[in-house]
């Protein structure tokens, strides 16, 4: 499993990005501009290169960490997954690129669209020393139109990138997103119930386009849950002094809530179910929410089956569990 964590590479660009710079500044821009995008305001604030240099600062951690584990759940699923070419949609300042070469030592091609400069500007900055990333093609421009003239690539990731639009332009880039996917696409977005509703939008629209769940569902049907709970995930990621003072923030760990599906142009021959929420552990027995072929079950493993019960012990948010009965 990939770390949720930063390569070291990265965070020593962060930290060279920031040498000389007010942090208290850096921290400033980061508030306004977190605050934007909790109000649907996309990337739109980020014009100079302080602020694309507090954005990642303050969200590249948290992105990172989120895109990491979805890939971990797609690669536990598929092991032999061994992808060439991405294409990254909506890049910013080149996260999900940074964690899928990390997660697949396979890919050789990475290709990049993004319409904001600041962001472009510090993504190719903080690839110039990656001995993997330094050559990545990185393409300016309004992303949807970049998408529609981009190359076709083994696997496609949308992270963060969809609630910035309206429900047609959703519509228009689920599709045109399909149509670049050779293998995988992987669409990963904030775990809250509107970020968790335009992942379950886009999945339908697709399945119905002959996709196929590789994860986090055992399932191609429709979501068994039911309103108001959701599906979403949660990661925890270790926060350096630079995101501690950045985000003003005194725990050194942050916890990411996520949604995320990943879809695939053949079916998935086993599909493990889901750990929904993190189990209940108790004197008696362990109780966990699963999503299974069937449906949502609750499991309940009595402490008397010990190896049973020591195999539940294991059970984490977001796990895939072959045999939970």
Same mark, same amino acid.
């Given at each position: 499993?990939?770390?949720?964590?930063?390569?070291?590479?990265?965070?020593?660009?962060?930290?060279?990005?920031?040498?000389?710079?007010?942090?208290?500044?850096?921290?400033?821009?980061?508030?306004?501009?977190?605050?934007?995008?909790?109000?649907?305001?996309?990337?739109?604030?980020?014009?100079?290169?302080?602020?694309?240099?507090?954005?990642?600062?303050?969200?590249?951690?948290?992105?990172?960490?989120?895109?990491?584990?979805?890939?971990?759940?797609?690669?536990?699923?598929?092991?032999?997954?061994?992808? /060439?070419? @991405?294409? *990254? %949609?909506?890049?910013?300042? &080149?996260? #999900?690129?940074?964690?899928? !070469?990390? +997660?697949?030592?396979?890919?050789?091609?990475?290709?990049?669209?993004?319409?904001?400069?600041?962001?472009?500007?510090?993504?190719?900055?903080?690839?110039?020393?990656? /001995?993997? @990333?330094? *050559? %990545?093609?990185?393409?300016? &421009?309004? #992303?949807?139109?970049?998408? !529609?003239? +981009?190359?076709?690539?083994?696997?496609?990731?949308?992270?963060?990138?969809?609630?910035?639009?309206?429900?047609?332009?959703?519509?228009?880039?689920?599709?045109?997103?399909?149509?670049?996917?050779?293998?995988?696409?992987?669409?990963?977005?904030?775990?809250?119930?509107?970020?968790? +509703?335009?992942?379950?939008?886009?999945?339908?629209?697709?399945?119905?386009?002959?996709?196929?769940?590789?994860?986090?569902?055992?399932?191609?049907?429709?979501?068994?849950?039911?309103?108001?709970?959701?599906?979403?995930?949660?990661?925890?990621?270790?926060?350096?002094?630079?995101?501690?003072?950045?985000?003003?923030?005194?725990?050194?760990?942050?916890?990411?809530?996520?949604?995320?599906?990943?879809?695939?142009?053949?079916?998935?021959?086993?599909?493990?179910?889901?750990?929904?929420?993190?189990?209940?552990?108790?004197?008696?027995?362990?109780?966990?929410?699963?999503?299974?072929?069937?449906?949502?079950?609750?499991?309940?493993?009595?402490?008397?089956?010990?190896?049973?019960?020591?195999?539940?012990?294991?059970?984490?948010?977001?796990?895939?569990?072959?045999?939970?009965?």
């Amino acid at each position: 499993m990939t770390s949720p964590d930063l390569p070291a590479e990265l965070r020593a660009a962060l930290n060279a990005k920031l040498e000389g710079r007010s942090r208290s500044d850096a921290a400033g821009r980061a508030a306004v501009i977190s605050q934007t995008y909790r109000e649907g305001g996309g990337s739109g604030t980020i014009k100079s290169e302080t602020d694309a240099l507090a954005y990642a600062l303050a969200r590249m951690p948290a992105t990172y960490a989120a895109v990491v584990a979805s890939l971990n759940a797609l690669t536990e699923i598929r092991p032999d997954f061994a992808p /060439t070419s @991405l294409l *990254d %949609v909506g890049a910013g300042p &080149g996260t #999900a690129t940074w964690a899928t !070469a990390e +997660a697949l030592s396979s890919l050789q091609h990475f290709t990049l669209l993004d319409a904001n400069g600041a962001l472009r500007t510090l993504a190719l900055e903080l690839f110039r020393d990656s /001995t993997r @990333l330094r *050559d %990545v093609r990185y393409e300016l &421009g309004q #992303a949807r139109a970049l998408l !529609a003239q +981009a190359e076709a690539a083994d696997l496609v990731i949308a992270s963060y990138v969809i609630g910035e639009l309206a429900d047609a332009g959703r519509t228009a880039l689920a599709e045109t997103l399909w149509s670049k996917t050779k293998d995988t696409l992987l669409v990963v977005e904030p775990g809250t119930p509107a970020g968790y +509703a335009r992942i379950i939008s886009l999945r339908a629209r697709l399945i119905a386009a002959g996709a196929h769940v590789a994860a986090p569902c055992p399932h191609d049907g429709a979501c068994p849950l039911v309103a108001p709970d959701w599906c979403h995930f949660s990661q925890r990621l270790q926060r350096s002094r630079a995101h501690k003072q950045v985000k003003g923030a005194e725990l050194p760990f942050e916890d990411e809530r996520f949604a995320y599906v990943a879809l695939m142009r053949t079916p998935v021959t086993a599909r493990p179910s889901r750990v929904l929420a993190q189990p209940d552990v108790g004197k008696v027995e362990i109780s966990a929410k699963l999503c299974t072929a069937e449906g949502v079950v609750v499991a309940k493993v009595p402490r008397r089956t010990k190896a049973d019960y020591a195999r539940a012990r294991r059970w984490r948010w977001g796990d895939a569990i072959v045999n939970p009965d």
